[in-house]
T-cell receptor
Framework: EPEVTQTPSHQVTQMGQEVILRCVPI?????FYWYRQILGQKVEFLVS????????KSEIFDDQFSVERPDGSNFTLKIRSTKLEDSAMYFC?????????????FGDGTRLSIL | KQEVTQIPAALSVPEGENLVLNCSFT??????LQWFRQDPGKGLTSLLL?????REQTSGRLNASLDKSSGRSTLYIAASQPGDSATYLC????????????FGEGTQLTVNP
């Protein structure tokens, strides 16, 4: 069964550094998402992406964050000048269907630890 | 603002028992509702998606129902097995919020052999 893959599985970074989290969505999906889950808290929406542009973003997704689809398969989340509170599990998801109304499928996540 | 609540927060049952997990949401104007399973340190596995026009969906031993007017969904697990032990999350997609999912806190299920 097709799946969403994320790399790396764990990223440790010094505060203030930039990180890029990578995702390969399911190949025929057109809608892409990033969510995060701080330890012990709910999964939170960050951003959705369709047709090479951001379609929606949450209040969390400020100027520190950016997303890109650099080629036909990868979808990346960049976090500039990382802060301690950025430590979380970051999930990539993708969905298909008209208006993305099919199930969202999630990757196994990247655990980001900011020191 | 949509709030999603799951009760109970944790549940421990003996193997073979049938069980029900509950999800409630404050804004009934939803597009669909999705149930997920999350194993410790892992990603989310999609279990069932119910569109707003549907009343229930079934997959194997799982049955999810949706009552949009009362803002409730239930996930029924029949003949539970130790391998069902995980955290179960429900998430709703609102009509007015694009395609973002709003998640509940989850129910941590333990099925004892």
């Amino acid at each position: 069964e097709p799946e969403v893959t994320q790399t790396p599985s764990h990223q440790v970074t010094q505060m203030g550094q930039e990180v890029i989290l990578r995702c390969v969505p399911i190949s025929n999906h057109l809608y892409f998402y990033w969510y995060r889950q701080i330890l012990g808290q709910k999964v939170e929406f960050l951003v959705s992406f369709y047709n090479n542009e951001i379609s929606e973003k949450s209040e969390i997704f400020d100027d520190q964050f950016s997303v890109e689809r650099p080629d036909g398969s990868n979808f990346t989340l960049k976090i500039r000048s990382t802060k301690l509170e950025d430590s979380a599990m970051y999930f990539c998801a993708s969905s298909g269907g008209e208006w993305g109304n099919q199930p969202q499928h999630f990757g196994d996540g990247t655990r980001l630890s900011i020191l | 603002k949509q709030e999603v609540t799951q009760i109970p927060a944790a549940l421990s049952v003996p193997e073979g028992e049938n069980l029900v997990l509950n999800c409630s949401f404050t804004d009934s104007a939803i597009y669909n509702l999705q149930w997920f399973r999350q194993d410790p340190g892992k990603g989310l596995t999609s279990l069932l998606l119910i569109q707003s026009s549907q009343r229930e969906q079934t997959s194997g031993r799982l049955n999810a129902s949706l009552d949009k007017s009362s803002g409730r969904s239930t996930l029924y697990i029949a003949a539970s097995q130790p391998g069902d032990s995980a955290t179960y999350l429900c998430a709703v997609r609102r009509v007015t919020s694009g395609s973002r999912l709003t998640f509940g806190e989850g129910t941590q299920l333990t099925v004892n052999p």
